[in-house]
């Protein structure tokens, strides 16, 4: 079970992935395609506000093109 965020900064993919709703693997695609995450003494670091800007500023885009596996 994920702990509860009492901060603004979530530590190791776990977290990060139990803020998002999402798994591990999820989390480093994210990363791959520019979510702000720091390795800080070996783990993962994020704040959420930076997640919630990068979330905005990726959705706000237009779909040029959409995937057949799309939901």
């Known amino acids: 079970m ?3 965020v009492t901060t ?3 530590k190791g993919k ?6 998002l709703g999402c ?3 999820t ?3 994210y990363i791959q395609i520019g979510m702000p ?3 800080i003494f070996g783990a993962y670091h994020a704040h959420i506000e930076n997640i919630e ?3 905005r500023a990726l959705t706000g885009k237009s779909v ?3 995937e057949d596996d799309v939901e």
């Not at 776990?14 to 803020?19: D, G, H, N, Q, T």
């Open 14 to 19: 776990e977290e990060i992935a139990a803020y």
């Open 64 to 66: 040029r093109k959409i």
């Open 2 to 4: 994920a702990k509860k």
């Open 8 to 10: 603004g900064l979530l």
């Open 53 to 55: 800007a990068f979330f």
């Open 23 to 25: 798994s591990a693997p």
């Open 27 to 29: 989390v480093v695609k």
């Open 37 to 39: 995450v720091s390795v």
